[in-house]
């Protein structure tokens, strides 16, 4: 897995100035380290998991982060996460979709794949982006009128674009969120909306131990590096203004 814009070590650090900012599967991996870095340029973070304990374990070590506990796969668990997302923030200006669901694990192929378990896929990584998404739209425009550059990150992977054998439920999931952010971003350009999908790479998380677990965790991203690539791709649309897709498209999912 590799993406150009994504791959270098940056050395950008901009304060984000009370940037209001959304992140789902902020407990672990990538969503843990986007919680602290967006935190520590000055950002404004409510992050949402499943798992209460996990949610209260990072609500303590950052106490100026707003945990809220929800499933972006059930659909009456969205109204919900956006209500209290917006009840701390005062709306939202950053919506990082990075929850994610591998399908079946062991992964298999997809003869062998249960229906539950794509539906699964499908209902994590493209149902709750959108749903989300959705449910957030008004605020998002309400700070692209107020003068900021609302933005949706999709945390996509470049699995969505090859065909890796066993990787069926979830790459067909994310090359539909693929997909949907590019038709979105075509869509909500004009309202000042962004949204892009991106690829992390290999990071060495919980995640990418349970598809590979006989990995080389040394050849593996440090999930805090890839944290910092988003924000900054988060920080490059922020002073874009206007200008259209040049900063960001460098760093999308190609
Ligand atoms: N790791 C890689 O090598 C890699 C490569 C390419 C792309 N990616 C993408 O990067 C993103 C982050 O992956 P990661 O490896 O950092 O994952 P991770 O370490 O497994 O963390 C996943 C996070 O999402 C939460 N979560 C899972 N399902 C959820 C749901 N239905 N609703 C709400 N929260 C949920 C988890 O907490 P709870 O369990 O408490 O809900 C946890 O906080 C994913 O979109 C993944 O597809 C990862």
């Given amino acids: 897995m590799s993406n150009p814009g994504m791959n270098k070590e940056s050395h950008m650090s901009q304060d984000m100035n009370g940037l209001r900012v959304a992140i789902t599967g902020g407990t672990s991996g990538l969503g843990l380290a986007l919680v602290r870095e967006l935190l520590d340029r000055g950002a404004r973070v409510a992050f949402v998991a499943r798992n209460t304990e996990g949610v209260e374990r990072v609500a303590r070590e950052r106490s100026d982060a707003h945990g809220?506990?929800?499933?972006?796969?059930?659909?009456?668990?969205?109204y919900p996460i956006a209500i209290q997302v917006l009840g701390a923030l005062g709306g939202v200006d950053v919506l990082v979709n990075n929850a994610s669901s591998l399908g079946p694990v062991p992964l298999v192929p997809l003869a062998d794949t249960e229906c539950e378990d794509l539906e699964l896929a499908?209902?994590?990584?493209?149902?709750g982006p959108f749903r989300l998404t959705k449910a957030l739209l008004g605020a998002l425009a309400a700070s692209a009128r107020g003068g900021r550059h609302a933005l949706v990150v999709n945390v996509s992977t470049d699995a969505a674009l090859n065909a890796y054998p066993n990787w069926g439920a979830y790459s067909t999931s994310k090359a539909a969120l693929h997909h949907l952010s590019r038709i979105w971003d075509e869509e909500l350009t004009p309202e000042?909306?962004?949204?892009?999908?991106?690829?992390?790479?290999?990071?060495?998380?919980?995640?990418?131990?349970?598809?590979?677990?006989?990995?080389?965790?040394s050849t593996l991203k440090r999930p805090d590096v890839a944290a910092r690539e988003v924000a900054d791709l988060i920080a490059a649309v922020q002073s874009v203004a206007t200008a259209g897709h040049a900063a960001a498209d460098q760093e999308v999912l190609q």
């Avoid at 809220?68 to 969205?78: A, R, T």
């Avoid at 000042?192 to 990995?215: C, F, K, N």
């Fill in 68 to 78: 809220i506990v929800g499933d972006v796969s059930q659909k009456e668990d969205i």
């Fill in 122 to 127: 499908l209902a994590t990584n493209v149902l």
């Fill in 192 to 217: 000042g909306i962004r949204v892009v999908s991106i690829d992390p790479g290999d990071m060495d998380t919980p995640m990418h131990a349970l598809a590979v677990p006989d990995a080389d965790r």
